[in-house]
């Protein structure tokens, strides 16, 4: 049997804009129109300011993440990996590729989900939507049932450093894999930012798809600069024709 290539894909905040959550560092990013909201997701002041903790639970309650649903680019990389040897390395944490039908064995969260909680004393999980349940009927820093310990996202926060099993998976398939595609990320954000340059010292082709410029605009064999949502079907058409 003949083997397939692999085929790595870093996917940033900009695959999921068109679903309506919006990117960070872009343009129109929430960085841009409210630079205080970054606090909001940063460990030291949401440890430490209960008021940071209420405005992050209404920030989570308002944002829709958890009712979003995955748009055409999301996809076509459930497309790509039901014909191709595909690992999809993700810095976002909406759950939307696992949402449009990508298996979890297929996907590696670089930045964790903000579809549960973990207290940070016991370090217990528990769903977001619980806890929002609970912001909803008037609980506005809802406690850890378990131990009455912060409830935070079971996400990276800005002051917080990923898990470095998960970095060294997505080192081991930036190495491993034949072609590396980078979707909607800036690609300045490290570690996560080191994966193309990885792929492209160990032999592998790179396409990067992205409204902005990136660093590695140079180095990419294709730079493709339309909507994801138009764009990522046409590539992943040409790649499994």
């Known amino acids: 049997m003949t083997r397939r290539p692999l085929i790595a894909v870093l996917t940033g905040a900009g695959i999921s804009t068109d679903s309506g959550i919006p990117d960070y560092r872009g343009p129109n990013g929430l960085w841009q129109r409210d630079p205080k909201a970054q606090e909001l997701v940063t460990l030291g002041p949401y440890l430490a ?7 992050a639970w209404l920030m989570r309650r308002d944002a829709g993440a958890l009712t979003a649903e995955p748009n055409a680019g999301h996809r076509a990389l459930v497309e790509l990996a039901a ?16 949402r449009a039908g990508l298996p979890d064995r297929k996907v590696l969260e670089l930045h964790g989900s903000a579809r549960r909680v973990q207290c940070v004393r016991c370090r217990r999980y528990g769903e977001m939507s619980a806890a929002l349940a609970r912001v909803a009927a ?11 310990g912060i409830l935070k996202p079971a996400t990276v926060m800005f002051g917080e450093r990923l898990d470095p099993e998960v ?32 792929a492209v010292e160990s032999g592998a082709r790179l396409i990067i798809v992205n409204a902005e410029p990136t660093p590695y605009d140079p180095v990419a064999d294709q730079v493709l600069r339309e909507p994801i949502s138009s ?11």
């Open 49 to 55: 300011d209960e008021d940071v903790r209420r405005r």
């Open 231 to 241: 764009a990522l079907p046409a590539l992943v058409a040409t790649l499994t024709e």
């Open 83 to 98: 014909r191709l040897p595909v690992r999809v390395l993700t810095q976002n944490v909406d759950g939307l590729h696992q």
């Open 167 to 198: 970095i060294g998976k997505a080192e081991a398939v930036a190495r491993a894999c034949e072609l590396f595609i980078a979707v909607g990320s800036t690609l300045q954000v490290h570690p996560a930012a080191l994966l193309p340059q990885i």
């Open 138 to 148: 008037g609980e506005d820093d809802p406690p850890c049932r378990e131990c009455g």
